[in-house]
Each structure stands twice: as C-alpha cells, then as structure tokens.
C-alpha cells in the first residue's frame, strides 16, 4: 500500500481532517483535465450532418449542447489512416479490433457484484441518452436527474405521476409495489398502451416503439413497465434500479405528507424528487465512485465546489459516453436460486422473484473485469458499434488522452500491460503504441487497485466529480433545509450506501452492495433503519 493511500485512509477517520482530505481529493480529481466548455463537439453544419467534427473553433461547438461535447479536438487523416480495419471478415465476424473484446475462457472476475454492474448500465443510461435518430446528439439535460423515473421533461412525467399524494404511478404484485404496467387488454383482449401513456416520446414515435417492442408477443408486452425512458424494460438491472428508486420517491412523499399535512401534490411531487436526486448522487459519490477507485475518502460535501476554477455548467462528453462500455463486467448469465437467467428482455423476472431475490442475488454474484478478452459473444456487437463511433468521431490517440489528463504518454505496449499474448495481439494491430485508438486503450491498460486502468479511471472520476458537483440542485442557494425540509436532509444523511436504500424499500432483509462478497459476507442483513412504509 503507498504512503498516500495510508495517509487517505488515516484522514477518513480523524474529525475535521476528513473534510479537508474530502475537499482535496475532490478537487485533485475534478482538475485531472482543462475546465469545461471544451472547444469542441461533435457538432457539424446544417447540411453535413454526419460530417467528421470541426477541427476550429465555432460558435455553436461551445454553445449546442444537443450535441456531445470533445475533451479533445479531432485526429488528424495521418493517425485515422493507420487504425487497423474492423471490417468483418469470415475469421471475425465483427472485426479483428473488436475479437480484442471477446471472452473466451471464462469470465475475468473482479472486486465487484454484479449489483455494481446494475447500478452502472442503469446509472449511465439515464443522463447519457443518445438520440435514437443521430448518436453525436443527446436527449439529456446535461445533469444527473432520475429521468429513468420521472423523464426528460415535465409533460413526460406528468404522464407517470399518480396526481395523489405526490407519488409516482405503480402497482402491487404479489404484495410488492413496481411500476405501473405500460399496458391492458382491450375488450378483445389484445394488449395495447394504456392511454395515459400514449405520449410517451418513445411511444408515441411509432417507428421508434416498433424497434424496441415490435418483436415482443402479447404475453411479453404485458410484463413492461411503462418508465421514464425508453430502455427501462430491456435489462433486469434497469428494472431492479428503476423500482428501487420508484419505492423512494413513494416512500419520501409519506413521510412528507405527515410532516407537512397542508402540502398539494405537486409540491409533494417536486420536493420528493429533488430528495431523491440527491441520494441518488450521494451514493453515486460515496458508495458508487468510491468503489471503483478502492479507497473510501470521498463524501457529497458541496459547500467547496462553488469557489472552485472547474465549477461550470456540465456538459457530457462523446469520450464519456464510450468508455462507459462496461460490457465486461457482464457474466454470461445471472444466477438467481441455482438457476441461469438472461439479464436481457425477461420482462417477468424482477416480479416473479421479488425486489429484495433479485438485488441478494446481484450482490453475491461476482462481476467480470472490465478488460479485453472479457465480453461475452452477444454483446460483441456493441463493442462494435463503440469502436465505429470511436472512428467516426475521430477521437484521438490512447497516449493523447493520457497526456490531457496529466498522465504522461506510454512509451510501448510493455509499459500498457503485462499480459505477453494481448501486447502481442495489439503490437500486431498498432504496430507503434501512438497509434493505438482510445476505445482499445482504455480497456487494455493494466487496472492495479482501481476497478479500470489509470486514464480510464481519471476520465471516469474528473466527469463523475464535476457531473455532480455542478448540478443546481447542489448549489448553495438550493440545497438547504427550507427547499428540502428538515426531514429531506435527514433521509439524505442518513443514506451512504445502496444498503440503506434497500433497508428502506424492501421488506426483506437483505444483503445489498457493489463489492464482491466473500462466504461470510453474503450472510443474512439485519436491517439498520425503518422498511418501506406500507403502499397506499
């Protein structure tokens, strides 16, 4: 262990240093690289939509954020010319560059569960929202928001409150609360969207629906939630983390409701929402970044950041967006009481089973590395898409990213890893280590401590921190005991962990965490504070 990991670890325990250690790694992290707004994005001109992205400066490269933003600028024709082809051939069926990706004996274990992998797809997928029409473009706001729930915007999420009492719209099975069903039968009995629903952008765009359930029968439509987002049904995680935080938001709104008997339901709604979106960044902060950069030093403490040179408005970057391809940690199936079931379209699992099985089962569940040679076969064609993106956009080299984030350029694939067939693979590929694209890179750099390799981990930290930290809701004016009340900042701190989330919404007791479990771990949770209120 270094002396200053030592050092961090002796300040998380001493009162007052601990703060100072907070603010220090914060702002060491949210300084890895140049402050926002980048001079480029993947903005092109009227007309030339699909075009490589500016290489100069414009007006609406810094100011159209329907548009991913750049860290750096793009490659030049020298550097994009020397990328070895991903073309399919019959020994590759999706390129030799993406055969990097493909498990191929067993999965690569890490320190992490498989409940860290439903909190990161579904976590991601909520702010990064590609536009389904023009991927350089994004339906987000730019903020951490919970629109997985609630929707990008007020018309969506008027359509999924309940317009009582605050809360969201759901239903009971087998006792438990879920989301409401996206549809019904009709008189005869053929399933279709329940009218309330049909606005919502994803399904009031018919071509759109069709891509996403047209291939369903009645039986499986009948199982979708109707959510704030179009991939809420597609993926048990999703399904697991929507319903979490949906039991939240309910749950808030009781407590709200007997403190403040006077509220209506639209100011039960926003208050319940703005709590909620905290907690979701305070365990994103200190359960969820933590983790992935294995010392437990950091804390929501947003009192600092304001004073800060990177404090400015967020803006996701297209470099974000790919790296964030953790398709690795994905095992080939999820074992749930001995049995393998698929983490895509099983629509019914999450009902049949129960909240509380499925996160005990994610948790005791082992994820993969995220790494080369450690994606299973049916998501190698979005490791794919992701190198053609990568292309397409003309991100820069591997070793010009480490060095915009002061790591100091590589000088050879000997000093990338110490595996001797993948430097071989990837010599025979690059050939120079300058050469070598960032979306193989990231995942080809050697983790130590931290769950990814170092630029990777930079990248991830210096957006998590500043995705943050800069969210309004944040902001000194906002975040205080007369906007959240009294009780919305209690039930913020007393949430550290997805175990306190869980303790709070399930009536099982349950162990819940983004950690690999040892046998001893894995063993019956006695819960720590009060279980979800009963559903009204």
Known sequence: MSLALKVFRFATVVPGVSIIANKFAS????????????????????????APPSNYLTWHTV???????????????????????????????????????????????????????????????????????????????HNIDLAQIYGANEETALMLRLREGGKLRSQIQNGEEYPDALGELDVNGAWQVKERYKQLPYIADKKWMN?????????????????????????????????????????????????????????????????????????????????????????????????????????IAAEFNLLYRWHGLVPD????????????????LLTRKGLSSLMQAATNQVAGDISL??????????????????????????????????LGKLNSFDELTEDTNLKDRLKKLYGNINNLELTVGLFAEDSKRTLTGKLQTAMVAYDAITQIYTNPLLAKENFTTEHFTAYGMYRINATRSFQDLADRNTADSVKVSVKRQSNSDSSFHTHTVPVMATVS
């Open 27 to 50: 702002n060491k992290l949210a300084t890895a690289t140049t402050a926002r707004p980048h001079s480029y994005s993947l903005w092109s001109p009227l007309g030339k939509e699909g």
């Open 333 to 348: 199936a999820f074992e749930v009481a001995g049995q393998n079931e698929s983490f895509i379209k099983n629509f019914d």
């Open 63 to 141: 100011t159209d954020k329907k548009y991913f933003d750049l860290h750096l600028g793009p490659a030049d024709d020298r550097f994009m010319k020397a990328l070895p082809s991903n073309d399919k051939t019959d020994d590759f069926p999706f390129g030799e560059v993406s055969a990097l990706f493909e498990r191929k004996n067993g999965l690569k274990e890490s320190r992490s569960s498989v409940f860290f992998m439903f909190v990161a797809q579904w976590f991601t997928d909520g702010f990064f929202r590609s536009s389904h029409v023009d991927f350089r473009q994004t339906t987000s706001n």
């Open 373 to 406: 040679d450690n994606v299973p076969g049916f998501l190698l064609p979005a490791e794919q898409a992701m190198i053609n993106k990568g292309r397409d956009w003309r991100l820069r080299s591997f070793n010009d990213y480490r060095e915009r984030f002061g």
């Open 211 to 315: 891509e996403l359930f047209g291939d369903l029968n009645g039986d499986l439509k009948a199982q979708l939630f109707a959510t704030g987002l179009e991939r809420g049904n597609g993926i048990v995680g999703h399904m697991v983390m929507s319903t979490l935080f949906l039991r939240e938001h309910n749950n808030i709104c009781d407590g709200l409701a007997k403190r403040n008997p006077g509220w209506d339901d639209d100011r039960l709604f926003h208050t319940a929402r703005i709590i909620n979106n905290v907690i979701l960044m305070k365990l994103i902060v200190e359960d969820y970044v933590n983790h992935i950069a294995g010392i437990d030093i950091l804390r929501l403490d947003p009192s600092f950041s304001e004073n800060q040179k990177w404090y400015r408005a967020p803006w």
